[in-house]
């Protein structure tokens, strides 16, 4: 199923104060709009280097320019497209921070 992403906007403000992160995120950008997602683990074909969060959390956690960035998303697989929310945009450290006080399944931004 094709991917619907929520919101590009995120990204673009982001790029827009991380000017080094643009090129990394418009080739992410780019590979998901050929995205066809079935499943979870589709999104690991896709980006090899997505990490599915938990049992039935439906996050993963995406590692943008060699895992320079992070991005977490929640996903939603709907009857006839893949809902993709983007929860946090960040940078590694700021990960590791949410991850070391367990809040990287609580982040919401949508």
Same mark, same amino acid.
């Given at each position: 199923?094709?991917? /619907?992403?929520?919101s590009k ?13 643009? *090129?990394?995120f ?43 960035? /992070? ?19 960040? *940078?590694? @450290?700021?990960?590791?921070k ?6 990287q399944?609580?982040?919401? @931004?949508?």
């Open positions: 199923m094709r991917v /619907r992403l929520i906007r995120t990204i673009e403000e982001f790029s827009r104060h991380n000017a080094q992160s643009r *090129t990394s418009g080739l992410w950008l780019t590979e998901l709009r050929v995205a066809d997602w079935n499943s979870p683990e589709d999104i690991k074909d896709s980006f090899a280097s997505a990490d599915l969060l938990g049992t039935g959390s439906d996050r993963v956690v995406f590692d943008i320019g060699g895992n320079k960035y /992070r991005m977490i998303c929640h996903y939603f697989f709907g009857e006839r497209q893949v809902h993709l929310f983007i929860c946090r945009i960040g *940078t590694h @450290a700021e990960y590791s949410l991850c070391k006080n367990k809040k399944y609580t982040v919401s @931004a949508y």
